[in-house]
């Protein structure tokens, strides 16, 4: 029989697998009142206090009405309010309000420690958001279209696209979001979502005045974009556990994605992750050594999931290329005047100038400018790991015997994300193809992974196979891609 869980004691043990358990700390005994909720992922046990719960169940609340009137509002009018809200973000006496509340969320972020690279509302994300929302406005939805049709003997079935539902989205600190999430609108859905303590003051205006009023004017239902009204991690945790999702999205850092990533498949709720980034740029044998150090510097223009983070180099071409990579690091680094930062896998120390070890640098961090050492040698564990800069650039480099070993070490140690080949050999080109286990493959720069950019598809995330390939749709999520299929049958068989 179940019983509702009233009090914690320090030191009982709680599940966390088939025979594996952890303990309650004193501190977490303290915190629990009756009415929270624990949710066990992993290694940790996750505490959601019931104001927290209730929060998010009420944004859910107002998404999942909404949808019950999507079916009756048109496709026409979708696009008006995708025309509509970036009208609103056009007009300079609206922006000017989003900009005085993002300024206060940037030095607050500041005074936190925080990257802020991503958070500042700029003239350039303006522009961006305005696209991106006139994306949406001739978009095509799968709302309604016939797909497939088997015709039988006197009757015939028909696989009809609909709309899916409630669409939870998990965002980190970027005020762009907002606009971005609304993208599954256009194929019927509503979107909850839940923001970050960085930018939520932001998005909040964003919302008020002017995707809010887009949303009446153009006669949509106003909680067909809701937004939990809640910072707190405990927020986004309950979200990402309410059944009555149709898909989760979660972008932002690895283990964070990973524990919401979690919670939503336990819930039986289908996800969108991508968490940890970081492109891979492997040499061939036969790599020109101009367009190494420009497929170098292209990448590195500033710090998204898809900048060059790791970078292969075969042994027979490093007298080339080696100094080709550095100077497109350089190059990338002058740009934003500032200094490179170097790490190098072990056993590859040879291949780069020893002053690099030797030299002290300042480099540019969230937390404010810092003395080190330009580069430094690590483990070749920690090739897949995502170096997070804010003003200098930062990569790995590895020295491998050949192609094969790239691709290998790639499939071992990489988030499985972007991987991308400089070479002129075609026979390289298909082997990387072939082998590389990866959602996305080029040939130079890695910076072409976006939606936007590669597809002219506005995107709403990125996934990687880092949790394994996806079930019936590529990496880019987009509106066109968060649809159901119906069977109707029309006649009859006698």
Known sequence: QLKRLEKLTPGTPILVGGDQYVEVTPELAQAFQPGDSLFAVGSEVLHVPAEQRAIAQAAVDGAVAAFSQMGSVSDEQISDFFERFAANVEQDAIWKQVLEVNRADVEAAKRRGRSTTRLEATDTLRRNVVAGLRGWVSQGSRR????????HDGWQADLVGAELGVVGFVFEGRPNVVADATGVLRGGNTVVFRIGRDALETARSIMSLALTPALKAAGLPEGAVTLVQSPAHAAGWALFSDARLSLAVARGSGPAVDTLGSLAQRAGVPVSLHGTGGA??????????????????????????????????PRSAAAT???????????????????????????????????LFARQVTIRRASGDVSEVQAQVIAETQLGHEWEWEDSPEVTLKIVADLSESIELFNTYSPQ???????????????????????????????????????????????????????????????DSVFTVRTRVRGHSG
């Open 144 to 151: 309604g279209q016939l797909i497939e049709r088997v015709q």
């Open 321 to 355: 290329l080696v100094p080709a990579f550095l100077q497109g690091l350089r190059r990338a680094a002058e740009r934003r005047e500032q200094a490179f930062k170097l790490h190098v896998c072990e056993g590859s120390e040879s291949f780069v100038p020893a002053e």
């Open 280 to 313: 891979w740029l492997c040499a061939g044998s036969d790599a020109s050594a101009d367009q190494f150090e420009a497929a170098v510097y292209a990448s590195l223009d500033r710090k998204v999931c898809n900048t060059l983070n790791t970078c292969c180099i």
């Open 417 to 479: 994300f972007v991987a991308c080949l400089v070479s002129s050999d075609d026979a390289e080109h298909e082997l990387f193809f072939q082998r590389v286990n990866a959602p996305f493959v080029g040939d130079g720069f890695t910076r072409w992974v976006d939606g936007q950019f590669a597809l002219r598809k506005p995107e709403l995330g990125l996934s990687n196979w880092q949790n394994g390939r996806l079930f019936g749709r590529g990496g880019v999520l987009s509106g």
